[in-house]
């Protein structure tokens, strides 16, 4: 489970749940969720000014937000410019035509690279030298696709056309370079499945009662019903 799980689900004025994409959106508002997001799973950060000045991560997911806007509205070469000039600043490469989705986080930030192609849901949070990239020099879609409420180790590689699924988790230094299901954990080089949550199925659970206090005459009573 994200750790903005625990945090209220975005409703809109009508008191509906807000469904809207990033596209949808105000800037702005787009890039106070980030932030909101980066301080729910930064232990370090006590505020949001904590966030707001001291965030590289978070100043990174807001310098692409910047140029995604720019790129989604006809002025490419100067998204990729400053695409250029963040790189240099920040040691992270996230490609302005990149789609990511609402409350993305990247901890510490250092070493990200996010191809051209890459789609990814919301909720989801990457760690530093992630490499989110392509198995070859093509056209089209070439780079992953992450589900919601994604995790990505630090170090992790994740490579072509593939998809990774809701709630996955990929462990650090792991090498992805096919799909992964919904719900499980994925290590190794290559990567397997070490952790599989995907059973819905009935569970034992401990009972919490102690067996000397179910001696009550009303037990007894609702139990010979």
Same mark, same amino acid.
């Given at each position: ?8 689900? *975005? ?44 965030? $590289? ?28 000039? $963040? +790189? ?7 490609? *302005? ?33 992630? $490499? ?11 780079? *992953? ?17 593939? $998809? ?30 070490? +952790?599989?949550? +995907?059973?819905?199925? *009935? +569970? ?22």
């Amino acid at each position: 489970m994200s750790a903005y799980a625990d945090m209220p689900v *975005p409703t809109l004025d009508s008191g509906e749940k807000d469904t809207r994409t990033v596209d949808e959106m105000p800037l702005r508002e787009v890039m106070r969720e980030d932030a909101k997001a980066a301080l729910a799973r930064d232990p370090a950060a006590e505020s949001l000014r904590d966030i707001y000045l001291y965030s $590289t991560g978070t100043h990174i997911v807001w310098a692409y937000r910047r140029h995604h806007w720019l790129y989604k509205h006809g002025m490419k070469g100067l998204a990729l410019f400053l695409a250029k000039r $963040t +790189r240099k600043k920040y040691g992270a490469d996230i490609f *302005p035509s990149a789609q990511i989705g609402r409350r993305f986080s990247i901890d510490h930030g250092i070493g990200v690279v996010i191809g051209a192609t890459s789609i990814i849901g919301d909720d989801c949070m990457v760690y530093q030298n992630v $490499t989110l990239g392509m198995t070859g020099k093509h056209g089209g879609k070439r780079h *992953p696709t992450l589900g919601n409420n994604v995790l990505v180790g630090a170090g992790a590689i994740v490579l072509g056309d593939i $998809t990774i699924g809701d709630n996955a988790k990929v462990a650090a230094g792991a090498v992805v370079v096919h799909d992964v299901p919904h719900d499980v954990t994925v290590a190794g080089v290559p990567a397997k499945v070490v +952790r599989d949550r +995907r059973f819905t199925g *009935p +569970r034992l659970v401990e009972d919490p009662n102690d067996p000397l206090d179910m001696d009550d005459e009303n037990i007894r009573w609702s139990c010979s019903l």
